[in-house]
């Protein structure tokens, strides 16, 4: 499956996957690491277990791992690497994001909300070399509220759908997937049901609107600017421990 690209700041003709055509006309600073961020115009991704490991999407042929389910032909064919989970200190971090209410699946929205916010981070002139992610603060079946944001410690006006605000510190549980974006659902319930097979207990809140989490992130370590092969896209699944 082809994996999309998306730039950091906006400037990619929209029609490659969304967003709009006045972006076309701001101008991007330029990254002094020389590191350009592509749009991903076909995430290709699933899309994240719940809180009791029960992948939102249910696929052909499951099996069980630890508690989570995931595929075996569509998951291990690609031939990803997991790291092993380990519980880290993160410090608090301030960003800008997007915050959108989705329903599954989302793909369509993912790319104009990152046009939307390089947009604000050119117009403010402030470059977008921060911790890029998606952080997933409520999932309740097919509906989803994300943010898709990068930390910066710069000021950045925000107005409509921009918000600022400021990652937690704490301790969180910690595990990086290499590979096609297609089997983050995938990485995702392996790393949850770990986590209720060791009694590690997350900071949600389970309403009857979903489960609305602390602080639950996709950290892109890269992205297909830098790093082309599919096989060596790295994300770091962080989801916050609760207090105690």
Same mark, same amino acid.
């Given at each position: 499956?082809?994996?999309?690209? @998306?730039?950091?700041?906006? $400037?990619?003709?929209?029609? !490659?996957?969304?967003?709009?055509?006045? =972006?076309? +006309?701001? /101008?991007? *600073?330029?990254?002094?690491?020389?590191?350009?961020?592509? @749009?991903?115009?076909?995430? $290709?991704?699933?899309?994240? !277990?719940?809180?009791?490991?029960?992948? =939102?999407? +249910?696929? /052909?042929? *499951?099996?069980?791992?630890?508690?989570?389910?995931?595929?075996?032909?569509?998951?291990?064919?690609?031939?990803?690497?997991?790291?092993?989970?380990?519980?880290?200190?993160?410090?608090?971090?301030?960003?800008?994001?997007?915050?959108?209410?989705?329903?599954?699946?989302?793909?369509?929205?993912?790319?104009?909300?990152?046009?939307?916010?390089?947009?604000?981070?050119?117009?403010?002139?402030?470059?977008?070399?921060?911790?890029?992610?998606?952080?997933?603060?409520?999932?309740?079946?097919?509906?989803?509220?994300?943010?898709?944001?990068?930390?910066?410690?710069?000021?950045?006006?925000?107005?409509?759908?921009?918000?600022?605000?400021?990652?937690?510190?704490?301790?969180?549980?910690?595990?990086?997937?290499?590979?096609?974006?297609?089997?983050?659902?995938?990485?995702?319930?392996?790393?949850?049901?770990?986590?209720?097979?060791?009694?590690?207990?997350?900071?949600?809140?389970?309403?009857?609107?979903?489960?609305?989490?602390?602080?639950?992130?996709?950290?892109?370590?890269?992205?297909?600017?830098?790093?082309?092969?599919?096989?060596?896209?790295?994300?770091?699944?962080?989801?916050?421990?609760?207090?105690?």
């Amino acid at each position: 499956m082809e994996q999309g690209r @998306r730039q950091g700041a906006p $400037g990619i003709d929209p029609a !490659a996957g969304g967003g709009s055509c006045a =972006l076309r +006309q701001i /101008a991007a *600073p330029k990254p002094s690491s020389g590191r350009l961020r592509f @749009r991903r115009r076909h995430w $290709g991704r699933q899309f994240p !277990a719940a809180a009791d490991g029960r992948p =939102l999407v +249910q696929r /052909a042929r *499951p099996f069980d791992v630890g508690g989570g389910r995931a595929s075996a032909p569509s998951f291990l064919e690609k031939k990803p690497v997991l790291t092993m989970p380990r519980i880290v200190e993160r410090r608090p971090r301030r960003y800008v994001a997007v915050r959108m209410p989705v329903t599954i699946p989302f793909d369509a929205d993912v790319d104009p909300a990152f046009d939307e916010l390089f947009a604000a981070f050119a117009l403010a002139e402030v470059e977008p070399n921060g911790e890029e992610f998606m952080k997933f603060n409520r999932i309740d079946m097919p509906r989803l509220e994300i943010e898709v944001g990068m930390t910066t410690d710069a000021p950045v006006p925000v107005s409509g759908r921009l918000i600022e605000g400021e990652l937690p510190g704490g301790r969180f549980v910690s595990m990086t997937y290499t590979g096609p974006y297609d089997g983050l659902m995938d990485a995702t319930a392996m790393l949850v049901g770990w986590a209720k097979e060791t009694g590690i207990r997350w900071d949600v809140e389970t309403t009857d609107h979903g489960d609305l989490f602390a602080c639950r992130l996709e950290v892109h370590d890269n992205n297909p600017s830098i790093e082309p092969d599919p096989q060596k896209l790295v994300t770091t699944l962080l989801i916050k421990l609760a207090d105690g």
